[in-house]
T-cell receptor, first 111, second 114 residues
């Protein structure tokens, strides 16, 4: 079953913060986060493993709550380059590494 | 280092025609996947492979076939194209599910079936 992302869209001004959430009804082994620019392929941002720590990538970080099967992506002091669609991908233990993606969250950063 | 290469990048087919999409990776990855992306629906898994000579169905396999005769190549075939198969197709590869690596995606194939 597809994980649910919220919100569906976010509009920010440069320097503002945002949080994108991803919830799954399945027990998860890991959660991935990807960013896709318009007309391009998704690009891997980070992976959160079961039992792992919060990860960070520049001013983008994420957490994974195993009890709730939820992950959150935190974007701080947003930049114009952060604009794009963010997808979470969930990996259940028996899934041979295949990911089930959420429907995406469109992030728009204005000057 | 090319990563994951998809060909063609664009294609227009008439209903009933057939075609093959090619995905090639040069990273010696075991796992390869084909996804389709439609507006508002995210990426949905069509077929995947966990090694040379293996294939398995994903979430939306109907109307598609795949083959992985060589480790570096993963082919997606449409035997009789339908308008519902108009989509953007992405191939992805991954080293191993046990490692902390994500997917590497190809640049995509935009397919229109008229």
């Amino acid at each position: 079953q597809q994980p649910v992302q919220s919100p569906q869209a976010v509009i920010l001004r440069e320097g503002e913060d945002a949080v994108i959430n991803c919830s799954s009804s399945k027990a998860l082994y890991s959660v991935h986060w990807y960013r896709q620019k318009h007309g391009e392929a998704p690009v891997f941002l980070m992976i959160l493993l079961k039992g792992g720590e919060q990860k960070g990538h520049e001013k983008i970080s994420a957490s994974f709550n195993e009890k709730k099967q939820q992950s959150s992506l935190y974007l701080t002091a947003s930049q114009l380059s952060y604009s794009g669609t963010y997808f979470c991908g969930t990996d259940a233990r028996t899934s041979y590494g295949k990911l089930t993606f959420g429907q995406g969250t469109i992030l728009t950063v204005h000057p | 280092n090319a990563g994951v290469t998809q060909t063609p990048k664009f294609r227009v087919l008439k209903t009933g025609q057939s075609m093959t999409l090619l995905c090639a990776q040069d990273m010696n990855h075991e796992y390869m996947y084909w996804y389709r992306q439609d507006p508002g629906m995210g990426l949905r898994l069509i077929h995947y492979s966990v090694g040379e000579g293996t294939t398995a169905k994903g979430e939306v396999p109907d109307g598609y076939n795949v083959s992985r005769l060589k480790k570096q190549n993963f082919l997606l075939g449409l035997e009789s194209a339908a308008p519902s198969q108009t989509s953007v197709y992405f191939c992805a590869s991954r080293a191993s599910r046990e490692l902390v690596y994500g997917y590497t995606f190809g640049s995509g194939t935009r397919l229109t079936v008229v």
